[in-house]
């Protein structure tokens, strides 16, 4: 190149030392110390040598000045060589190119010349083969052999170098990510020579950095011939970037090894391969969305454009224009450089730094074209897809020594907070998990807030439960548990069903082994759960039907009116509420405050009785025990767990058994693990009752056995002669057989069935007649009864058992009938005002054809449990649309005792004709509440209906007539039973004129319609469901109350099954199952074993007015009526049912009562006081509906009618009650001496 500006020369006069010019450096900062400086200026005879360099047509260049060192063998004269650089690049890349192109077209000639030469052979070969032998064909063949063998070795190489470049195997990648961290590597070296001159002389042996880049870039070197070979279009793979990236960076390396020069040059090109950033991180599986990949790409391709115009930049300003001799450069720095660009191509231009070369203006001049649109197309997309990104998209860190639960479904911020109210309850125990919800939409910004006040212990993700993904971001592999939330005011339960059954698939499928606990709308739904093969009820998985449980808090409010307020309070944690003034309210809170808790019984307790022990925890420990675990011999297996709710005194604690109590403090369940008869047995402080150090030896069976007995008949051990002298020998043969002396009581007589069978009873044949059907006897042995039903002298046992009449369903759970059509049980208007209806159920319903099925059956069950018999069974009046019940009815249809009232439940004239004033319940539910966006109006029907209900008056001498009428008896209306019998075990009041007397319990939708139930109370709008005067009288119920299960069940599974055991009348796993398939109740004959399942207790309200119990009535504690009715009845006391205004002195008190959980033992009742109990299965009742015959008062109540429809006997005349309250404690205090 004729570049006469190459020398240094030329008149001083121009340069005056101004700067080093050339290259674009200056002399003055960027020339290290070793370097000699020629300064134009500095000697006389720069004329002669600028006269002598004019004579070779050498134009003037006095700033380009080259750094030189006396080590460097470098041009002395300071010659510039770039042009040698540059030029090595342009002959590699034009020469190659030309290769390339002169060999297509030999090719393409010699393909033409091969096609015409080869039709003209075929021709002859044609023409020639019939004369031909076959073996002179046989050259030919081999050549063409040797062709495909030539050709299949290059297809090897070819294939080789592909799968070396690619990244399908695990070579190919390391390779690309290497070749990637090297180019990576190479920029960063220009970033660190950029601060250099652009051109300088250097020695490549003492240049550590020009050695790494030669290093690379012989790497770079091999792999373009790898990725040569492979192409398939060699033309193609010479004009790609990364090719074109290679020729000007590559060869340089090798002319500055070779010159002993540095030439800074092209190498900014090495930027571009940030363009292969996304495809490097997709073969490292770091992303995998296509937000992610799109992100990266346009990140890539601004930043790698961006710093490579800026290289150019900053070559051509630090060089000058060829043409001006290279003198207006300008000293600018490659991060200046880049500054300059980024102010471009946002158009702020500030003016601080721009181009004075003639190329960097030009560059300039197109580059804000492109870079202005790529900045206006790109910046916006790249911001929009960060502010896109999940703000919660992380993953959760699991912490050592603390487990997590998975919270999803329905997250809003009502049902998190009272989730989470209800689960951080102060009366739980420390709570040591953490919670990470996860849902697919972002939280707004209350629930947001809601997660910061709980950020300690709570956590939220972006995610769906659907996704694999997201499950691995929560780690629910390590979860403790995961919950499903329902939304309960949804308009197709259906389908809201079915999201949550596909979530537990999605999660089953993703760990089989997590416990999942969902919420179900409804009851036929959670079949499909049994379809799921990972789903095991066994290991902890619980589905809780809201439907299922809603309706069987109502059935048990129609059987204990106030029950269901009762026990949703008893399963919420609600705290502590202090009044000091002297209202309802004061004692309903202090009920309020109690919760069901479950603790490991002392082995104190081991060998007693469940009457003993519980009364023992309620005077003595201050605490409630309505039910054990029994474990049955076979402990491995979880399905051989029971819970029974209050079992009787045939049943003796066991070592390890767990209470269920109500209490209002776990702390203060602890008391019953704690207890030891050796230290705590004169305290009378329960507080003090705390864990001491001593060791309780352990009692061998027959010990244990004996006192058991002893306590239980009174007599101390020596005088006891219980147990014979056969039973002694065969204890001592287990004992010696058996020498554990862990071994309980149970645990002989399941191991040992025959131990009990064989043994001759002591008792006369009198006795065993009078005793033998006593269930509720304390001398009793229940334990045959309750193994054997073929040894109860029932009549109604034995008549069960000898007729072929299906009475019961398969698990002898339910009474059953065969199915009828639901034409046989419709009543006309005229039909049912004929009819004698007096304590029975109405429900009015609310629905139509369209409406949402509710599960009317859930209902029913309870109130059909087996555990009634058949006369006291409430005969069940449907009132609504017969379009609707046609739809329910097929689940109905084997129950007796059901009939239908087509028409509406606001009509008063319907209402009228089932009796609605001689009713023990009305109940109002609808099918229509979801079907409302406004909250407000979802209630709308049902509080419609109970105004209306409450606003009818009623005719004295009408309900009389009734009652006494032989009126028409509808098909499955048995006049068999009573109509002016109690119901409740209360007395029934002898009329009713007014319609707010009518016992009616109200299902709502939304808790702050309650308010509208009633007109006289004074509750606050705002004030919460369970504090408000309906729902504490049991008037009112809202489904929402049932969310707090979901924590319940978590802390503790068994809290689920103990509340389906009180409410669903005995459904169980089995039936579940058994109704999945069949969707119906399967009928079966009476069988000893299903006999034996109908001796549950279950839930009634006793009256104090009269009865056993009317001495205590007025005035009395109720620690000594719970006594009393647990040592007399095995009756289980645990709340009252209390008339609201009974402490006042009013002269027309209200009718309206309310709940009292759990009082304490000094607590003084009233006569008017109803008693919530557990009362025993009454074997007797079945063949007499008198009263129960106790063989200690037989004379005193045998011709005596009880009030109470339990039959429970009058132990004395009212007025033949202790008149002396101290007489009446020291009775007490004697039966409780603990021996």
Known sequence: MANGGDGSGGDSSSSGGDGSGGSGLRMSSNIHANHLSLDASSSSSSSSSSSSSSSVHEPKMDALIIPVTMEVPCDSRGQRMWWAFLASSMVTFFGGLFIILLWRTLKYLWTVCCHCGGKTKEAQKINNGSSQADGTLKPVDEKEEAVAAEVGWMTSV?????????????????????????????????????????????????????????????????????????????LWFWLEVNSVVDFFTVPPVFVSVYLNRSWLGLRFLRALRLIQFSEILQFLNILKTSNSIKLVNLLSIFISTWLTAAGFIHLVENSGDPWENFQNNQALTYWECVYLLMVTMSTVGYGDVYAKTTLGRLFMVFFILGGLAMFASYVPEIIELIGNRKKYGGSYSAVSGRKHIVVCGHITLESVSNFLKDFLHKDRDDVNVEIVFLHNISPNLELEALFKRHFTQVEFYQGSVLNPHDLARVKIESADACLILANKYCADPDAEDASNIMRVISIKNYHPKIRIITQMLQYHNKAHLLNIPSWNWKEGDDAICLAELKLGFIAQSCLAQGLSTMLANLFSMRSFIKIEEDTWQKYYLEGVSNEMYTEYLSSAFVGLSFPTVCELCFVKLKLLMIAIEYKSANRESRSRKRILINPGNHLKIQEGTLGFFIASDA???????????????????????????????????????????????????????????????????????????SVSVNDCSTSFPAFEDEQPSTLSPKKKQRNGGMRNSPNSSPKLMRHDPLLIPGNDQIDNMDSNVKKYDSTGMFHWCAPKEIEKVILTRSEAAMTVLSGHVVVCIFGDVSSALIGLRNLVMPLRASNFHYHELKHIVFVG???????????????????????????????????????????????????????????????????????????????????NSQGFTPPGMDRSSPDNSPVHGMLRQPSITTGVNIPIITELVNDTNVQFLDQDDDDDPDTELYLTQPFACGTAFAVSVLDSLMSATYFNDNILTLIRTLVTGGATPELEALIAEENALRGGYST?????????????????????????????????????????????????????????????????????????????????????????????????????????HSSQSSSKKSSSVHSIPSTANRQNRPKSRESRDKQNRKEMVYR
Not at 160 to 165: K, N, P, R, S, Y
Not at 705 to 731: I, K, L, P, W, Y
Not at 1152 to 1168: A, C, G, H, Q, S
């Open 158 to 234: 070819k294939d080789w170098a592909g799968v070396m470049i690619s990244a399908q195997t695990l070579t190919g990648r390391v390779l690309v990510v290497l070749v990637f961290a090297l180019s990576i590597g190479a920029l960063v070296i220009y970033f660190i020579d950029s601060s250099n001159p652009i051109e300088s002389c250097q020695n490549f042996y003492k240049d550590f950095t020009l050695q790494i880049d030669m290093a690379f870039n012989v790497f770079f070197l091999l792999y373009f011939g790898l990725r040569f070979i492979a192409a398939n279009d060699k």
């Open 667 to 741: 702390k203060e369940v602890k008391r019953a693990f704690f207890y030891c008869k050796a230290c705590h047995d004169d305290i009378t402080d329960p507080k003090r009752i705390k864990k001491c150090g001593c060791k309780r030896p352990k009692m061998s069976i027959y010990k244990r056995m004996r006192r058991a007995c002893c306590f239980d008949c009174g007599r101390s051990e020596r005088d006891c002669s219980c147990m014979s002298g056969r039973v002694r020998g065969n204890v001592d043969t287990l004992e010696r057989a058996f020498p554990l002396s």
């Open 881 to 963: 649309s017969i379009e609707y019940l046609k739809r329910e009815w097929e689940t109905l249809h084997n129950f007796p005792k059901v009939s239908i009232l087509p028409g509406t439940p606001l009509s008063r004239a319907d209402l009228r004709a089932v009796n609605i004033n001689l009713c023990d319940m009305c109940v109002i539910l609808s099918a229509n509440q979801n079907n409302i966006d406004d909250t407000s109006l979802q209630d709308k029907e049902c509080i419609l209906a109970s105004l209306n209900i409450k606003s009818m008056q009623f005719d004295d001498s009408i309900g009389v007539l009734q009652a």
């Open 1088 to 1192: 000893p074993q299903t006999l034996a399942n109908r001796d549950r207790c279950r839930v009634a309200q006793l009256a104090l007015l009269d009865g056993p119990f009317a001495d205590l009535g007025d005035g009395g504690c109720y620690g000594d009526l719970f006594c009393k009715a647990l040592k007399t009845y095995n009756m289980l006391c645990f709340g009252i049912y209390r008339l609201r205004d009974a402490h006042l002195s009013t002269p027309s008190p209200c009718t309206k009562r309310y709940v009292i959980t759990n009082p304490p033992y000094e607590f003084e009742l009233v006569p008017t006081d109803l008693i919530f109990c557990l009362m025993q299965f009454d074997h007797n009742a079945g063949q007499s509906r008198a009263s129960l015959s106790h063989s200690s």
